[in-house]
């Protein structure tokens, strides 16, 4: 489901303008990994791999599926499982934590969002439907200061 469309200004790498389809939406994390990070390891591109090392995490224990060549690196490793190799279950809070959440990979920072770029400085701003922290009563409006809060980052790595 389309949210908004978003203009990029190239030079400051900051939104230009932000058509929001739907006012009424809300979003908090529910920290429950049903549909994010138990259904393997995600996608990830040369920044997050630059991040993830910058973070002290060696390429070699927690990616598959290299690719020298190419923009997307490969996927980070699963569990037997399934689930996401940094994700951690506490049995005391009976809730899910990323063990890298501050070096997460874009797809993960933008999730349960998803950017699409349709021209050059322009992209759209789908939300994936099936994640538990949509509509919540206590969750963030999304509007143009939420993206700019917690994805604009994300974005601009997409990009």
Known sequence: MTIAEITMDPK?????????????????????????????????????????????????????????????????????????????????????????????PSVCRLYPFEFTLTSPNVGILRVIPCCNGLNVLDGELVNQKFVEKNLLEAIIDSL
């Open 12 to 104: 400051t790498k900051r939104i230009a303008n932000m058509v929001l389809f739907r006012k009424d939406l809300r979003f908090k994390c529910q920290r429950c990994a049903i549909f994010c990070c138990r259904l393997g390891g995600p996608k990830i591109n040369n920044k997050d791999l630059q991040r993830l090392k910058q973070a002290g995490y060696d390429a070699k224990n927690f990616v598959k599926n290299v690719k020298k060549e190419n923009v997307n690196k490969g996927f980070l490793k699963e569990k037997e499982d399934g689930s996401c190799v940094f994700l951690e279950y506490s049995d005391k809070s009976k809730k899910y934590a990323c063990l890298i959440y501050n070096f997460r």
